[in-house]
């Protein structure tokens, strides 16, 4: 088998993974991120609720080893190499922040909001579970990107 056919499975095995990863992204093991807690009034109905993620703040400087869930809930501990998976120039993580909050359009009023899915799915912590599973997808990926040989392309 030549170099170029051994390199042409390992894309190909590398892209059935990464199929698997991203189709199943609902499904896959939570990253364990810790859960830091306060004010929580055990119930899941309200205490899960999102209305505008965040990142944590050091010396006025952002840290995105920390996610504000809402005013109860903070995750901590997000590796920042979870940040190298990057999805239109932006990483995942910060595209789920930028959509998974509560909106109103100006002009029609319409509000978007993001809990309704969990409510009608009778699923509190979907959001908060989804953060922490993109961290996983995100993880998985770049470690089969980094797997991959070297794309010695032709001129």
Known sequence: MTKEAGDFWKFSQAGRKLAQWHLNYETVAPY????????????PAKDYLVQKMSFGRKDKAVDKTTIHYNSQI????????????????????EWILERYQVTVDPDSGIRNDPNDWCREHNDPRYILDLVKRIVTVS?????????LPALNERK
């Open 32 to 43: 364990p991120v810790a859960e830091q807690t306060a004010g929580l009034k055990l119930d």
């Open 74 to 93: 903070t995750l901590t501990g997000i590796p920042l190499a979870a940040y190298d998976y990057v999805v239109n120039g932006k990483p995942a993580l």
């Open 139 to 147: 993880l998985k990926t770049m470690k089969f990107v980094h797997a």
